[in-house]
Structures are given as C-alpha cells and as structure tokens.
C-alpha cells in the first residue's frame, strides 16, 4: 500500500488532490501541538491526518515516510515531530523520528535535548543504529538525531547504507518518520524521498508560493518520490470549512502566489 494510481494526464498540483489532508495548527510557539495542547482542535488535525496514513495501510506493514517542503521555514520539523507524537500514541506502534536535514538539523533542538552521535554516524559505517537511538521523550517515540556535522551531505545520503538504514529501522519500527530538508536548495530531499515509501509535503499558507511548491512537486516525483498529501499550516481563518484558501487544489492555480 501507499500507492498512488498514476495518470499519464495528470497535471502537476493534482497528484494528490485524491489524497491531500488539509492540517490547521495555528498555534503558539512552538507549536509542537501534540505535546502542548494535546486535547485541542490541533492535535486532532494532526491525528486526522495519521488517521489518513493508516488507512492507506490497511496490511500494517513497516512504512518510512519523509516530511519536506519547497524552501526552508515552512513547518517541516514541526510537522514531523508532532505527526511522530501521533503515531506514537496509537497502541503497539512503534514510531522513530530520522532527522535527516543534515544541512540544519534541528528535531534535537525542538526536543530540548543535545546534539549527539547519529545519522550521519550510522551513515558513514562509524556505529550501528541499535547504538545511536535516543527516546525523544514523548511516549515511546525514538529519536535518530543528524548526527555529527559533515560537509558532503548530498553524499553521505546518497549512500548505498541509507536503504540498508531504512530496511533495518522498518524492521524494529512500524513507522519511520523522517525530517528532511527543503527540495528545492539541494538533491537530498529527492533523495530521502526516492528511498522511503511516502512523501508528504508541507506548504505554509501566506508564505509558500505555488510555483516554489509545484515545482517540488515534480522535483520529487521525477526523483521517484511518492508524494502522498500535503499539510498546510498556518491558518488564520477562525473556521476552515469556511476558508476558501483550503481548498484541495489549493497548489493548483495561477503562477502567483
Ligand atoms: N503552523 C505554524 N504556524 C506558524 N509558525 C510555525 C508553524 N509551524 C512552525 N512554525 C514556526 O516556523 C519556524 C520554522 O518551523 P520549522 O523549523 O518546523 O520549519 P522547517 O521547514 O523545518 O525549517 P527548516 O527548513 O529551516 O528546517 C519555527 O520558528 C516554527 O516555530
Ligand atoms: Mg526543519
């Protein structure tokens, strides 16, 4: 499962119209919903949307799934983190978080917790994985941190380790997350997402441009990515059943904005 039906018609913007899940987490700083406001609207969007996942699972198998966006800055961290917190929360699922933004990790930085061995560690053969997994401190989530800095990322990523990496994590992990860096700037996201089951694409209300984020998308999808959905964030109107600007194609307009 978590495949898509592909039409040779379709048009960038309407490959997961089937699919988008629409995600309303405006909210405080930090906006880790999951964790701050756990009974809120939020967090059952965020919940909604893991919902959303599952089904498209139906045989439970093992699935890797990469968070990215266009640029950076647009809530990918964020959205990572707290879609984790709720697969973390289903009963016997058992979730990790990969920070793979080895450009500007920061999924450490979020959890309040320092900065140690990882990725990039397991990576370049220095440790195995069993070593480096961390509880990220919200049920039973773990947490594979980016690991130590290196100056090549696009090749430590496009090492053959990284689909062993991810085989070995979908043995012990119903659900591997994995926290990426912008498409556009560089390779590595097109890369991650080639190599997991799933992609799902952030986009930041009043601040993504459609053609930033289309041109992702087909980024993604000539890479071998499977984009499954969207989240869109930031959301000002009060009731979005009521904001015309959360529509399903909402990636699908004019080239402006
Ligand atoms: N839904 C939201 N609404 C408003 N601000 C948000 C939202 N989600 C995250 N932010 C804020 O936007 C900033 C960027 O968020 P985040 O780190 O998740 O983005 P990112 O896409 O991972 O960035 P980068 O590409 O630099 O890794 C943070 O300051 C965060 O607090
Ligand atoms: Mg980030």
Same mark, same amino acid.
């Given at each position: 499962?978590?495949?898509?039906?592909?039409?040779?018609?379709?048009?960038?913007?309407?490959?997961?119209?089937?699919?988008?899940?629409?995600?309303?987490?405006?909210?405080?700083?930090?906006?880790?919903?999951?964790?701050?406001?756990?009974?809120?609207?939020?967090?059952?969007?965020?919940?909604?949307?893991?919902?959303?996942?599952?089904? #498209?699972?139906?045989?439970?198998?093992?699935?890797?799934l990469v968070v990215t966006?266009?640029?950076?800055?647009?809530g990918k961290t964020v959205s990572a983190l707290n879609l984790a917190?709720?697969?973390?929360?289903?009963?016997?699922?058992?979730?990790?978080l990969v920070d793979?933004d080895?450009?500007?990790?920061?999924c450490?930085?979020?959890?309040?917790?320092?900065?140690?061995?990882? @990725?990039?560690?397991?990576?370049?053969?220095?440790?195995?994985?069993?070593?480096?997994?961390? #509880?990220?401190?919200?049920?039973?989530?773990?947490?594979?941190?980016?690991?130590?800095?290196?100056?090549?990322?696009?090749?430590?990523?496009?090492?053959?380790?990284?689909?062993?990496?991810?085989?070995? @994590?979908?043995?012990?992990?119903?659900?591997?997350i994995i926290d990426s860096?912008?498409?556009?700037?560089?390779?590595?996201?097109?890369?991650?997402?080639?190599?997991?089951?799933?992609?799902l #694409?952030v986009?930041?209300?009043?601040?993504? @441009?459609?053609?930033?984020?289309?041109?992702?998308?087909?980024?993604?999808?000539? #890479?071998?990515?499977?984009? @499954?959905?969207?989240?869109?964030?930031?959301?000002?109107?009060?009731?979005?059943?009521?904001?015309?600007?959360?529509?399903?194609?909402?990636?699908?307009?004019?080239?402006?904005?």
């Amino acid at each position: 499962m978590f495949r898509r039906k592909k039409d040779a018609n379709e048009k960038i913007g309407d490959e997961f119209a089937d699919d988008m899940v629409v995600v309303v987490d405006r909210s405080i700083n930090p906006y880790l919903v999951l964790f701050h406001e756990s009974a809120g609207f939020r967090a059952e969007q965020v919940r909604g949307l893991r919902n959303r996942l599952v089904a #498209m699972n139906p045989d439970g198998e093992p699935k890797t799934l990469v968070v990215t966006s266009a640029v950076r800055g647009e809530g990918k961290t964020v959205s990572a983190l707290n879609l984790a917190m709720a697969f973390a929360e289903l009963e016997r699922q058992s979730v990790v978080l990969v920070d793979a933004d080895l450009r500007s990790p920061s999924c450490e930085r979020y959890l309040n917790l320092n900065s140690e061995t990882g @990725l990039t560690d397991v990576l370049l053969g220095r440790t195995p994985v069993d070593k480096v997994l961390r #509880m990220a401190g919200y049920r039973n989530l773990k947490l594979l941190g980016a690991g130590s800095r290196v100056d090549n990322p696009a090749e430590v990523l496009g090492s053959s380790r990284l689909d062993q990496l991810l085989h070995r @994590l979908k043995e012990n992990f119903q659900y591997v997350i994995i926290d990426s860096p912008p498409v556009l700037p560089s390779t590595d996201a097109g890369v991650l997402s080639a190599a997991a089951d799933g992609t799902l #694409m952030v986009v930041r209300l009043e601040h993504s @441009l459609k053609k930033q984020s289309r041109d992702a998308l087909r980024t993604l999808s000539d #890479m071998g990515g499977n984009v @499954l959905g969207s989240f869109v964030t930031e959301v000002r109107g009060q009731d979005p059943d009521s904001d015309s600007r959360l529509s399903y194609d909402s990636l699908a307009g004019d080239e402006d904005k």
